[in-house]
């Protein structure tokens, strides 16, 4: 059987999507510095994850500032260099200090046609790059109601994994978004996102082996609040959240990563 949950150390990730532009993103994440401590940033890793014209910014503030934040991205290009117009490449994100890549998003896959084989190729870039992809994966409300929501979910786990060695998967991050929870206020509940995620965890249990799948950490996303998360957090399976609208304010954000004082 996989280990138990305290040996994952919780993981809330704030996916800025298209927002804040570079002076927004300098504000706000000196705001969350100075609303976070020490204690916070012993007991969760916190990331956030700018929008590409950010991210050199947020790198500074964030260096010169000594905040312990990790710096993501929300998306990249699998080949490292190219004649490929507009896309960014894993090796710019790495120089940049990048730690953790967004991979899969169901905006990309819905809105930009990014397919299982080319969010596997990200995930192997990511990873070729010495950063952390987190992977995303999640149902649409009729793959739902059609009670095809492990058949979505764990196809894209499958897919999104393939080819990895089980020691690159136990540094991954997996994150369960149900599509019909992002942005609409709506959230699954604690029970329904548990049931998913411990299916992903046993998955990454049966393609690799139980220390793989004890090692990986899965988040849950999905119009996660300071009001929901912490009954989210309790849950066995759930080791972190990415955050969305949520994470765009400093405030909401800090009681998010503060989860444990609401409990
Ligand atoms: C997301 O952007 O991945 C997300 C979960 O958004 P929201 O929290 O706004 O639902």
Same mark, same amino acid.
Request: net charge neutral.
């Given at each position: 059987?996989?280990e /138990?949950?305290?040996s994952?150390k919780?993981l809330?990730?704030?996916?800025?999507?298209?927002?804040?532009?570079?002076?927004?993103?300098?504000q706000?994440?000196?705001?969350?510095?100075?609303r976070?401590?020490?204690?916070d940033?012993?007991?969760v890793d916190v990331?956030?994850?700018?929008?590409?014209?950010d991210i050199r910014?947020?790198?500074?503030?964030?260096e010169s500032d000594?905040?312990?934040i990790?710096?993501g991205?929300q998306n990249?290009?699998?080949?490292e /260099?190219?004649?490929?117009?507009?896309e960014v490449?894993p090796?710019?994100?790495a120089?940049l200090?990048?730690?953790?890549?967004?991979v899969?998003h169901?905006?990309r896959?819905e809105l930009?046609?990014e397919t299982?084989e080319?969010?596997?190729?990200?995930?192997?870039?990511?990873l070729?790059?010495?950063?952390?992809?987190i992977?995303?994966?999640?149902?649409?409300?009729?793959?739902?109601?059609?009670?095809?929501?492990?058949?979505?979910?764990?196809g894209?786990v /499958?897919?999104?994994?393939a080819?990895?060695?089980a *020691?690159q998967?136990?540094s991954?991050v997996?994150?369960?978004?149900?599509?019909?929870?992002?942005?609409?206020?709506?959230?699954?509940?604690?029970?329904?996102?548990?049931?998913v995620?411990?299916?992903?965890r046993?998955t990454?249990?049966?393609?690799f082996d139980?220390?793989?799948a004890s090692a990986?950490?899965?988040?849950y996303?999905?119009?996660? /609040?300071?009001?929901?998360?912490a009954?989210?957090?309790a849950?066995p399976?759930?080791d972190?959240?990415?955050?969305?609208?949520a994470?765009l304010?400093? *405030?909401e954000f800090?009681?998010?990563?503060?989860?444990?004082?609401t409990?």
């Open positions: 059987m996989p /138990k949950k305290p994952r919780p809330i990730s704030g996916n800025w999507k298209m927002h804040h532009n570079h002076f927004e993103a300098i706000t994440v000196q705001k969350l510095g100075y976070l401590d020490k204690e940033y012993e007991l990331s956030v994850h700018p929008p590409f014209t910014s947020v790198q500074t503030t964030l000594k905040i312990p990790l710096l991205a990249c290009y699998f080949e /260099k190219g004649a490929f117009t507009g490449s090796a710019f994100l120089k200090n990048v730690s953790l890549v967004i899969g169901s905006e896959r930009f046609g299982d080319v969010v596997n190729k990200k995930v192997k870039a990511v070729r790059f010495g950063m952390t992809p992977l995303c994966v999640g149902e649409t409300l009729a793959e739902r109601e059609a009670g095809g929501t492990d058949e979505k979910v764990l894209q /499958k897919a999104g994994l080819g990895l060695k *020691d998967v136990a991954m997996i994150a369960y978004e149900p599509i019909w929870a992002i942005g609409t206020g709506k959230t699954a509940t604690s029970e329904d996102a548990q049931a995620c411990g299916s992903i046993a990454v249990g049966d393609l139980d220390p793989t990986v950490r899965i988040q996303g999905g119009s996660v /609040k300071p009001a929901n998360i009954e989210l957090m849950q399976d759930i972190g959240a990415l955050v969305g609208g994470s304010d400093p *405030d800090a009681k998010i990563v503060r989860y444990r004082l409990a």
